[in-house]
């Protein structure tokens, strides 16, 4: 499975972000479920203000338990917890 060019562009930004010591972890909520979210922001300047460009939010709990990853034996799908490492 390929990671699309939007998503490969903003991790090169956030890497750049990091090397340059320009991010900045923000406390915001969640625009639809109204809950806390720890986001993850690049920090840039505007015409002398700040900028902060959100990238992502820190998973609450076990991050393990919020993601499925790729199948080692076949990229194009995922790992599911129920079959407990067949990939569907």
Do not use: K
């Not at 199948?71 to 129920?82: E, M, N, V």
């Amino acid at each position: 499975m390929s990671i699309p060019s939007f998503a490969r562009i903003n991790f090169q930004t956030l890497l750049r972000a990091a090397a340059d010591g320009n991010l900045a972890l923000m406390e915001c909520l969640d625009a639809q479920s109204g809950n806390r979210r720890y986001v993850i922001c690049a920090v840039g300047r505007d015409n002398g203000d700040y900028v902060f460009t959100p990238f992502g939010h820190l998973a609450d709990g076990n991050p393990h338990d919020a993601y499925l990853p790729p199948a080692p034996d076949d990229p194009a799908t995922f790992l599911r917890p129920d079959t407990q490492g067949e990939a569907s």
